[in-house]
């Protein structure tokens, strides 16, 4: 980051691998060969990154163990600030602080989403140049006459400042894209690109990789895969996915880490109970030891009608003996849920 006239770094507990792809995806139509790095796979690159030879590089900034600090933004985005990775920051505050000297850091511009109590929290203690984006609240950039033109896939007309200046249509489902697709915007015009680049590059952007990724079909249901692994996150997806307007919506939920998932247990019961039927894998410790005093099958207790398995091919092998045409299975997690997914598909496609 250190060596781009313009390097833009995006930063968010939620939405960050979605807005990263949906600015280089804007760049990369209108010319300007940014260079970018991702968190997920982007289509149009065909990969998690690329080295390009324009002015602009793209990064997702990722607050894991502090690691955005090491960065040097010279555009910044906080899309928002939630309770994840406490296990490291060990409270809100800690958190809100780290986000606080990642913005300090940024050169010229921070960009930050008006609706998220949090990040405005930070940006009234901040004396550097920030402009914001919204729907609820007034921001710089706004979304106005936000409109479902099909189930679960929603458009808008962006407001800059007090002025209408263009129409977005976004290509992925969910109202969660909406305030990407505001940060995306809201950079992207800083940039120099036109109202009409923008909303090209909205409506040409299906999504990234893990990033509600369709696989294909198993019993005629369609198959889904997403890298929720928060309850925020998970609450958005699935709101999306009940949307859609399938018959049933059964979601397999692979927990990642014992601590997040001890730390907001009630978060996940509540969260987990919106499918029709919820199918809960092992937990996936990941860089954590095991810590038998949190199981899945505390949380498969708590939700009614749950299906505990002890294992990815288990979670396949209930699917494919359950689902039927009509419903959306949709595999959660930010492990290695998305083989479940893979064998679901595979049966089927063999058939």
Known sequence: SRLYKQSICVSGTHGKTTTTSMITTALELAGRDPSAVIGGKLPLIGGYGKAGKGDDIVIEACEFSETFLKLTPYLSVVLNIDNDHLDYYGSMGELKFAFKRFALMTQFMIFANADDKNTMDVMYTLDRRVRTFGIDNDGDYQAINVQEYKPGFFEFDLKEWSKVTGHIRLAVPGRHNIYNALAMCAVCRFVGLTVEQCAAAAASFKGAGRRFEVYGECNGAVVVDDYAHHPTELRATLTTARELGYKRLIAVHQPFTYSRTKMLFNDF??????????????????????????????????????????????????????AREGDLVITLGCGDIYKASKMMVADDNNK
Do not use: C
């Not at 969260?271 to 860089?287: A, E, F, H, Q, Y």
């Open 269 to 322: 019961v509540d969260v987990l109970k919106i499918p029709d039927i919820t199918v809960i894998t092992p937990i996936m410790g990941s860089r954590e030891p095991n810590d038998p005093s949190i199981t899945s099958a505390m949380l498969a207790a708590k939700i009614p009608g749950s299906v505990l398995v002890n294992s990815l091919e288990e979670a396949a092998d209930w699917v494919k003996k359950n």
